[in-house]
């Protein structure tokens, strides 16, 4: 199975997770939430199989940490995974949009500039400041927005700008969520968990929960659910190479 955004150290029990991920031979993008738990994730994966870990500053820490924006860019010299980047537009952070703006610019015109980057995008209540700034940038890599939440316009404009998309099974829970994917092109939608923060009935989710995902993907796009699986597979094999 394949999580494309999971906040891995920020289980109770990281090393557990990572063990078990490894041991069930989960794919895994650990992204971060700042430049500090870049450093301090690479080091708890170590040499773990299939785990590969983002630099990133996340939209609702900036207020605070924007001066951090100068280490996530060293950073990223020694990655190819920017996440979790974005914009927030909820109200506890809406106050911070400036700054975030700023931030964003930052890392995306880094990210330009170092060329070959993939970049797991927020974009809660802020889908089209994201897109102008994705627009903007030009060619940047591959943005793959996670959670997409904005609406169908705001789908086609991201689909037309090039974007991917990971979606997990709490997005897949819902109407909305699900008729979002149903108009997302097949080869451009990933896995993903968004774990430990989402959860489906109070559970949070796991790495390896992605997997609930590949049924709701198959009956989504009318498919064999081996099938399914086979289509996230080799759309992540085609991010990989
Ligand atoms: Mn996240």
């Known amino acids: 199975m394949i999580d494309f955004h999971c906040h891995i150290d920020l289980f109770p029990n990281p090393a557990e997770v990572i063990s078990e991920a490894v041991k ?6 650990a992204v971060t939430t700042t430049p500090l738990a ?3 994730n690479l080091q708890l994966i170590g040499d773990a199989k299939r785990i590969r870990v983002a630099v990133g500053l996340h939209p609702e820490l900036v207020g605070e940490r924007y ?12 990655t190819r995974y920017v996440g979790e980047v974005g914009l927030d537009g ?5 106050g911070s949009l400036p700054r975030q703006r700023d931030v964003l610019q930052r890392v995306l015109s ?39 939440s904005g609406n169908e316009d705001e789908l086609q404009r991201a689909v037309d700008l090039g974007c991917w998309f990971s979606v997990g099974p709490s997005m897949l829970g819902g109407q909305k969520g699900r008729r979002l994917v149903s108009l997302m092109p097949t080869d451009r939608v990933i ?12 559970k949070t989710l ?6 609930a995902s590949i049924p709701i993907l198959a009956s989504l796009w009318g ?18 190479v």
Request: hydrophobic share 35%; net charge negative.
């Open 24 to 29: 069930r031979g989960t794919y895994v993008l």
């Open 38 to 40: 870049f450093e301090g």
């Open 67 to 78: 001066r951090e924006v100068d280490q996530v860019c060293d950073l990223m010299r020694r």
């Open 90 to 94: 909820s109200p506890a952070h809406r």
């Open 110 to 148: 880094e990210c330009a500039q170092q060329g070959g980057k993939i970049i797991s995008m927020h974009s809660r209540m802020a889908t089209t400041a994201v897109l102008d700034e994705i627009e903007r940038c030009g060619s940047l890599g591959i943005p793959i927005l996670h959670w997409f």
């Open 191 to 202: 896995p993903e968990t968004d774990g430990p923060f989402a959860k489906v009935n109070g």
């Open 206 to 211: 796991m790495p390896w929960d992605s997997e």
């Open 223 to 240: 498919i064999e659910i081996s099938e399914a699986a086979q289509k996230v597979k080799s759309n992540f094999l085609r991010l990989s």
